[in-house]
């Protein structure tokens, strides 16, 4: 199957210290993989490497957005990953607070979009179009991921699982066919994780975006993944499916200790 | 919160103790080296005791207030609404304040004398330009406190090009705005990816090298002397008295304000305003959404030097004289208090904001030598107990067919 | 080349840079603890010199010597800067420690403008001459002609208070807990640092050090006025940027960099455009080496 991102030798170092080590990673078209891995593993940094916030040591990081060629995002800015197709969301909820809920996604659309100042000055019919477009688009992401009661709230004001799925609907306001969601159900309870995992099957059956996941949420990593890496002091331990994954001493070594093995 | 317990009026007398302390040499002794005279002002010190016993009853109660509201919020519940706020919401309201000031603004210099006029010409060029730092500061989240580099821009192009070229308002007015935007280019450009506190340091740095060097260079500017004799604005080259020319100048202004709100509303609510909004929400985030921060920055900061540009010129056409005095850093602090007291974001706001600011020293004449001081006092209280301002920014709503 | 304009040049920037430097310590403490810069610090030893200049006129006209005077005025300054400084956090910057950082720094610039009025409205706008609290040493008249008696003791003086402090910083209790609480807040919150203690005690001793920069410059230049808080302010700000903010020794080496390019600058080029020049370096320091020369580059934190 074709490989929609492949991370080949990564190293990040900061100072003395190695983050990630000779890290390998691949995710293939319409596949959900998980990285798990027991805390300061490296799987966030591997994120921020992945979507440009940190640059990489050394190692390569190669895209192939469908029908495009195959290329390397290794030194570009994080706004130019995300107009190539890769969208996150954060651990730490980072939504534009002071914004509305629509104004949010609306944001995520802005890559996509074209008017500058003198459009918005003058208004010609093309930007008032678009205007119209991205309100319209971004509020049919709204009711997919389920938050279109919420359209004119300001984003700081909605309760936490709602600003969780407001950071992914954000995400997919760019567009993107890799979604790499940092512990999306962080902080979530039974009901409303039960609901994330259908939402990002639907992100993924209905959209046809690949996804690439960090979770501790173990039930829900077990449930959802096609493959599961699993990380440890930056290096990769162990890969395989949920099944394989379970019966893996490394892996139980990694999270509690030798004793346990 | 009850105010009046025992333990409280304890703790306010401490307070009040300390700052009679704390204010003891300052405000009590007066010294004169010269003729070896001491003054003691014992009084100072039963009203500094006075004033903030009370004063820290209600600065305590305000606190106390505002961090039950912040649970709330966090609650669910929305923050409460000003008074204001809630004015300046209802059409039932706003719809007839709107005509009636338009139409004041309108017969204003008919029925106000010439001097009251030029005060208001003042106050709307500073409208201008505070609507114009709002885009810098209140959109786009970005402190400069070197603004009034680019006014000045703006007045010494027109000056120098009147002075030595003899060349009109009407054509320095876009050349003027041209250069400030250059320069709003020129020193975006390298300052723009620091971290915000460092901006500032830093387009404080370049007003103060711009304002320097308009004092140093005779053989340019000529020095703190500056340049006068300005030619005023023209009208098709009708010759008009004095009088007349100010209530141009007036119409001129209000015109040009109105253009700068219209600009100002459009732009805020467009994709590129979007984009500053989010930049100054959370820069990170905003670039992990595909926004170019740069560029974004970039256009922020020139657009707000246009304005800064514009009123300088008008500034220089106005007053016909213009000297390095005029362009210092307070300049640039005042125009930040407009924006940050009036509400950072909200463009009714930073108009109020410039009103309250510029007319309320100019007539109250005895208290305008504590204008620096209570607009000090009014920064930090702003920030500690109203960080939005007079009026927040409103977020635009949209409707959808069910 | 002429060797003894040369020398006195340098030493010229030595003292210079040794009062930035004392100021300089202020605003990278306080930087290296809240991440704010304290606007308002200029101001505290604006004050400080005022406090010294008013209370060594009292005492002068009460017929107190010499040695009283220097003692109980440079001990009043020193005092009355620490309670402005003590105060001036409690009231403008504790109730936003929570607040977005720009808000921190509008209340700062609020304080600053503030207290620079409060002095001008209950003292006076003029230039105060200032007495010379240092006097000239007999000993050192043969080397005079290079270095001034009361140069030699602002730089002695500045030496010994970078001394004290590195020791406080290295091996007191509240030394360990600033160390501790610049690394990580909450963490040291969690271990029981008592976090506002560690924060009123940080502006504490950098207003110490700012009253004491205050006296020498004071004495040095002869006159005061409310405004001297800023420029000095800023070009402390500089110094700071320079070395590294947050580190102390940077914020030695930054003001001691900053007084020799200055003293070079107005010798051989122009003593008009030296604040421009000093302006202009800060802009660079800040464009191309933002983490300054003792400085380590941070990553952001995402």
């Known amino acids: 199957m074709n490989k929609v991102l492949e991370v080949k030798n990564l190293r990040m170092n900061f100072g003395g210290l190695s983050a990630i080590d000779t890290f390998n990673l691949d995710v293939s078209d319409g596949e959900i993989v998980a990285v798990i891995g027991p805390n300061g593993a490296g799987k966030t940094t591997l994120f921020n490497c992945i979507t440009g916030l940190y640059t990489a040591s050394s190692g390569d990081i190669l895209i192939s957005p469908p029908d495009k060629k195959t290329k390397s995002i290794i030194g570009f800015k994080p706004n130019i990953i995300t107009e190539s197709g890769l969208a996150r ?73 709602a600003q969780r799925r407001l950071e992914i609907a954000r995400a997919l306001a760019t567009d993107p066919f890799l979604l790499l969601l940092d512990e999306p159900a962080a902080g979530m309870n039974m009901q409303e994780t039960k609901e994330l995992d259908d939402l990002i099957l639907k992100i993924r059956d209905e959209e046809k975006i690949s996804i690439l996941l960090i979770e501790h949420d173990m039930s829900l990593v077990m449930s959802l993944s096609d493959r599961i890496i699993v990380m440890d002091y930056g290096k990769n331990i162990a890969q395989g499916n949920p099944a394989e994954i379970k019966r893996n001493t490394d892996v139980i070594k990694a999270y509690l200790g030798e004793t346990f093995a | 919160m009850k105010l009046f317990t025992i333990s409280e009026i304890k703790k306010s007398f401490f307070i009040a103790l300390w700052f009679m302390f704390l204010t003891f040499p300052i405000m009590v002794i007066r010294v004169n080296t010269v003729e070896n005279e001491i003054k003691w002002r014992w009084e100072n010190m039963l009203f500094i005791g006075l004033g903030s016993f009370f004063l820290s009853i209600i600065w305590r109660y305000t606190i106390e207030k505002k961090e039950a509201g912040e649970k709330k919020s966090e609650t669910g519940k929305s923050a409460e609404i000003s008074f204001f706020q809630q004015v300046v919401e209802t059409p039932r309201f706003y719809v007839p304040a709107t005509i009636v000031t338009g139409i004041f603004a309108l017969v204003f210099p008919f029925i106000f004398s010439i001097y009251q006029t030029n005060i208001m010409i003042t106050t709307l060029i500073y409208v201008m330009i505070a609507l114009g730092l709002n885009i810098v500061v209140g959109l786009a989240g970005l402190l400069d406190l070197g603004y009034v580099a680019f006014y000045a821009v703006g007045a010494y192009s027109y000056a120098l090009l009147n002075h030595h070229y003899g060349i009109g308002f009407w054509t320095a007015l876009p050349i003027g705005a041209a250069t400030a935007f250059t320069f709003g280019i020129l020193l975006g450009f390298p300052v723009l990816r620091l971290r915000g506190d460092y901006l500032a340091i830093v387009t404080l740095g370049f007003g103060e090298i711009i304002r320097l060097v ?48 219209f600009v100002v509303n459009r732009l805020k609510d467009s994709r590129i305003g979007r984009a500053w909004i989010a930049l100054r929400e959370d820069e990170t985030a905003c670039q992990a959404m595909g926004i170019d921060n740069t560029k974004t920055k970039l256009t922020a900061f020139a657009l707000g030097a246009t304005w800064a540009g514009i009123g300088g010129v008008v500034f220089a056409a106005k007053t016909t004289f213009i000297n390095p005095a005029s362009f210092t850093i307070w300049e640039s602090i005042i125009i930040l208090c407009i924006v940050v007291l009036g509400g950072m974001g909200s463009i009714l706001g930073v108009i109020l904001g410039a009103f309250i600011l510029i007319l309320l020293p100019e007539y109250l004449r005895a208290f305008s030598e504590f204008r620096m001081l209570i607009f000090g006092a009014a920064l930090v209280i702003m920030m500690v107990f109203r960080p939005g301002g007079v009026i927040s920014e409103v977020r635009k709503t949209y409707k959808f067919k069910k | 080349m002429d060797w003894e304009y040369f020398l006195e040049l340098f030493l010229g920037g030595i003292t210079r840079g040794s009062i930035y430097a004392l100021i300089a310590l202020g605003y990278t403490m306080v930087y290296g603890i809240i991440e704010l810069i304290n606007f308002a610090h200029g101001e505290i030893y604006m004050i400080g010199a005022f406090t010294a200049l008013i209370i060594a006129t009292v005492l002068t006209m009460a017929g107190f010597n010499q040695v009283a005077i220097v003692v109980i005025a440079s001990g009043a300054a020193v005092l009355y800067s620490c309670a402005y400084g003590f105060t001036i956090e409690k009231l403008a910057y504790k109730p936003l420690r929570n607040a977005p950082r720009l808000s921190a720094l509008i209340s700062a610039i609020g304080m600053s403008l503030f207290l620079q009025n409060y002095v001008l409205l209950a003292q006076t706008s003029d230039f105060l001459p200032f ?59 969690l271990l029981g640092v008592d976090v506002n203690l560690v924060i009123s005690a940080t502006f504490i001793i950098g207003s110490a050090t700012a009253a004491i920069g205050g006296v020498l410059i004071a004495s040095h230049m002869g006159q005061i006025n409310f405004y001297i808080g800023f420029i000095v302010g800023i070009k402390a700000f500089v110094a700071a940027v320079l070395g590294g903010i947050g580190s102390i020794p940077g914020a030695v080496l930054g003001g001691l960099v900053l007084g020799w390019t200055e003293s070079f600058f107005a010798g051989y080029v122009s003593s008009d455009y030296e604040d421009v020049f000093a302006f202009i370096f800060l802009v660079f320091i800040l464009v191309f080496r933002p983490s300054g020369i003792l400085g380590r580059s941070v990553s952001r934190k995402v």
């Not at chain 1, 003198?118 to 938050?147: C, H, M, W």
């Not at chain 3, 006097?135 to 140069?151: G, L, R």
Request: with cysteine; net charge negative; aromatic share 12%.
């Open chain 2, 214 to 261: 308009l004092e140093n260079w005779n053989e340019f500017s000529f020095g703190p002397s500056g340049i006068d004799k300005i030619s005023r604005p023209g009208l098709f080259g009708i010759e008009l008295s004095l009088h007349g020319n100010i209530i141009y100048t007036y119409y001129l202004m209000i015109g040009l304000t109105l253009f700068t709100i």
């Open chain 3, 131 to 189: 007495p010379s609290l240092i006097p000239d040493f007999e000993f050192w008249e043969p080397y005079a002609h290079i270095i001034s008696s009361q140069e030699l003791v602002i730089i002695i003086t500045t030496a010994i208070v970078m001394i004290l402090l590195t020791f406080l910083i290295k091996f007191s209790k509240i030394g360990k807990a600033m160390r501790a609480t610049a690394q990580d807040m909450n963490m040291a919150m």
């Open chain 1, 89 to 161: 969301t954060f651990q730490n909820i980072r939504l534009f607070s002071n914004m509305t809920v629509l104004e949010n996604v609306m944001i995520g659309r802005h890559c996509r979009l074209n008017s500058g100042i003198i459009g918005a000055i003058f208004r010609p019919k093309t930007t008032v179009n678009e205007e119209e477009q991205v309100v319209q688009d971004s509020y049919d992401i709204l009711e997919k991921i389920g938050l279109e009661k919420y359209v004119n709230e300001f984003a700081k004001n909605l309760p936490y699982g």
